[in-house]
DNA sequence: TATGAATGAGGATTCATTCAT
DNA sequence: AATGAATGAATCCTCATTCAT
């Protein structure tokens, strides 16, 4: 009789080991058997509960973006002010509760390896998507559309540099400095509108 | 007695078939027969040049500094006001001249990977750490430290972001956008100092 | 669940056909690949049970140490007189059950090799040591040990020239002539003792 | 204009290295280029004196037999009693004149790999043999034929034991121990024929 | 004569994946 | 559901040999 349950469990751990895996082994050393030893699991089960190494790759994608989505979600509950609501969101990119050290290096070894797996990509591309435009829908409240956009893009450029650092940086993100950039980023654009410069 | 002079050339070739690789199939997949089918030559005569391919692929993310340092310098050479001089670096690192859709892809590449390679690690930091240190000499300038080290901060970030952008397009950097963001940044930091809010 | 129990066959077979790869294609000649090919398997499953090609050298090398001690230890068994005891012992190194020419090809090979590979050393000097202190132990029962020390070593040495021999011989150990040799020596160092020159 | 001369000099030199090499590298760690290497030339070269690299081993096999022979004849051209002329030949071969630590390692390693490589193993045969009819001639002007040809097996076996001792220890040969064991054997087979034991 | 660049086959080793149990 | 033995292709690297210079 098969244990009910098991699947979601045993593939949420076998996922939290590759991130682990690519955090302290790297990508290039994340193999099946590493995965499998560090989910205290035997090689052949990943086969079981994953199509392939890279549907499991792409599963644990998914998961980082689920992540992110759902603490956006949370923050964004405690909001209603434009304002409040985009610094809920650059907090949710910043937050050091789900998006640790490790989850970062997964994050930009996917994105480094993403051009070449089209599935990856795609992945990518969404979580991008959604984060530019709930920039965009916020800022539309404050600026011209005109300006929304190009702040918009420039937020979310700015956010993707900072965790570019924090992957590099051996001690993580450093939320608080991440924060003041972000953060004073936006102050200064909005302010630049509410406070036209003189002629 | 055997061609003189070919080592720099052959080094350069297999550097070039290095980048075009890791843009074309990706990291994972450039392989040292690849590289040397890509350069024309045989897997063997890798080694005549380079150590091993950890050797080549150092070698390659050095030339990939160079690259920037000497377009920076070109640039920096006609320019005096510090101001034309941040946007002369600025220009630099989002230049389509040097930096192709394929240099951007090895440079994430690389940062990906660096963190479990300490020899990459070190070049990417002082990559880095040159452009940081080139942004807060020239505004230092035109802000008050605090400010210049915090601006400066900010802009290396924001180009960062741009890069990493870049490098999942598919149609690599447009460098009009680009430069309209980072140059907006440092505008309004520089206009915020010298227009302060009022109260 | 796979076979249960089938390491130690697996080690065994693949010994087995490390020392005959070595006596029919020479050290030089014996591959991973040809090995496991002899033994029936695929080249990968050596690294399943060796963690690599000098590990499974290495345990070859024990394993013939072992058998020669097994001889040895059956045919003392059967001994109490020490002259029948260094009998025994020479009949071991000399006895062509287990020593069989592809066995002295490997010790061989080993030995020439082992300079270079301080584990193997190690192992060789042990096999080699066991001998010496052996011979010396019954020796010294019939001889000064001043003699017997010496006794010792030159009938030792004597076991390794006549496997020197054998190894170079198309047709492996003639044991009789061998035999004749080795106890005719000891009987004449014996007699020595016991039937002083006269002055 | 080609020098003169100059051929038996360079292969000379590179039979010198690659003595040197198979003692300090080892035999399978002994390329092409680290012999031109140790002897200051480039790898080609070798091929312009050598058919191949067989080809240079085999010389330089034969160039360590010649070695011993050419000793073994100026010592016997000292001697003219045949105990004094069996004392030359043991001598030579344990002479630490010539048959340094790297001749002897790269003797050993020549036995090891002979079996399989033809020509080297009639080189080998070759050499054992003069050693034998030597022996044998001197020993059969003090014993009877029959007891000569045993004796002379013995004694040269004796003396390959010796060597491979010499290969295996560290210090190379100690030749005093060698002469003392080697000659005990060769007094003790003598006097046993000249004061028979008693019935 | 001599160089050392170049080749390409072959080495050990790793790994995703399959499969009998 | 789960194991881990087994496969075989692919990786990096080494090396004897050749050859243009």
Same mark, same amino acid.
């Given at each position: 009789?098969?244990?009910?349950?098991?699947?979601?469990?045993?593939?949420? =751990?076998?996922?939290?080991?590759?991130?682990?895996?690519?955090?302290?082994?790297?990508?290039?050393?994340?193999?099946?058997?590493?995965?499998?030893?560090?989910?205290?699991?035997?090689?052949?089960?990943?086969?079981?509960?994953?199509?392939?190494?890279?549907?499991?790759?792409?599963?644990?994608?998914?998961?980082?973006?689920?992540?992110?989505?759902?603490?956006?979600?949370?923050?964004?509950?405690?909001?209603?002010?434009?304002?409040?609501? $985009?610094?809920?969101?650059?907090?949710?990119? $910043?937050?050091?509760?789900?998006?640790?050290?490790?989850?970062?290096?997964?994050?930009?070894?996917?994105?480094? =390896?993403?051009?070449?797996?089209?599935?990856?990509?795609?992945? =990518?591309?969404?979580?991008?998507?959604?984060?530019?435009?709930?920039?965009?829908?916020?800022?539309? =409240?404050?600026?011209?559309?005109?300006?929304?956009?190009?702040?918009?893009?420039?937020?979310?450029?700015?956010?993707?540099?900072?965790?570019?650092?924090?992957?590099?940086?051996?001690?993580?993100?450093?939320?608080?400095?991440?924060? $003041?950039?972000?953060?004073?980023?936006?102050?200064?654009?909005?302010?630049?509108?509410?406070?036209?410069?003189?002629?």
């Amino acid at each position: 009789m098969p244990k009910l349950g098991l699947e979601p469990i045993r593939r949420r =751990q076998l996922i939290e080991a590759t991130i682990a895996s690519i955090h302290e082994d790297g990508l290039a050393d994340t193999t099946v058997s590493r995965i499998s030893a560090r989910a205290g699991m035997s090689p052949g089960i990943v086969h079981h509960y994953f199509i392939n190494k890279d549907d499991l790759l792409e599963a644990t994608l998914r998961t980082l973006g689920a992540q992110v989505r759902e603490v956006t979600r949370l923050r964004l509950g405690e909001a209603t002010d434009p304002r409040d609501r $985009l610094r809920a969101i650059i907090g949710s990119w $910043l937050a050091p509760e789900q998006l640790t050290p490790a989850a970062v290096a997964a994050w930009l070894s996917f994105w480094a =390896q993403g051009r070449k797996q089209p599935r990856l990509a795609r992945v =990518q591309r969404a979580i991008i998507c959604r984060l530019d435009s709930s920039l965009r829908h916020e800022l539309k =409240q404050l600026l011209p559309t005109i300006d929304a956009v190009r702040v918009a893009e420039g937020l979310s450029t700015l956010l993707e540099g900072l965790w570019l650092r924090a992957a590099l940086s051996p001690y993580g993100l450093e939320t608080e400095r991440a924060m $003041l950039i972000a953060i004073d980023y936006l102050d200064l654009q909005l302010a630049k509108r509410r406070e036209p410069q003189p002629a």
